[in-house]
């Protein structure tokens, strides 16, 4: 806003300072309404990131009857057998709030990134339903 004025509106989330410091939230397209309480990826990735076995993730809404949408999760770890969804909602729910625990969670060796960093979000929602149904 310059004089009242807006200018430019990019869509995405951030926290302005009076220190002038900001702080992406992440982008409005990505933004996990759940039970009506927003959520911003990235900042349920970073502190998935800070788990010491977990090298990649990506969290994403998937559809939910009663909450709108769900938190879900797909993480690369090196050694898949040394870690549990469990395990890594009890890392998230130790950081942040309990709404924004990834309720689906699916660990994977990786992520299958294109050579840009891109991940194939189509693929990783897969995963994550597949992980839904072998929980339920």
């Known amino acids: 806003m310059i004089d009242g004025v807006r200018h430019v509106r990019p869509g995405d989330y951030v926290e302005a300072y009076e220190d002038r410091h900001i702080e992406f939230l992440g982008r409005g397209s990505a933004v996990i309404n759940t039970g009506g309480e927003k959520v911003y990826p990235a900042e349920v990735e970073q502190a998935l990131l800070e788990h010491p076995a977990v090298h990649d993730a990506v969290v994403f809404g998937l559809p939910d009857r009663r909450m709108g949408e769900q938190v879900c999760a797909v993480v690369g770890v090196e050694d ?10 009890a890392w ?3 950081r942040l709030v309990s709404y924004k ?3 689906i969670v699916a660990v994977r060796q990786s992520l299958d990134r294109t050579p840009a ?4 979000m189509k693929a990783v929602k897969e995963t994550a339903r597949e992980a839904a149904s072998q929980e339920t």
Request: hydrophobic fraction near 30%; avoid cysteine.
């Open 92 to 94: 998230v729910r130790e």
């Open 117 to 120: 960093g891109k991940v194939n």
């Open 101 to 103: 625990k990834p309720r």
């Open 80 to 89: 898949v057998s040394s870690i549990t969804a469990d395990d890594l909602r």
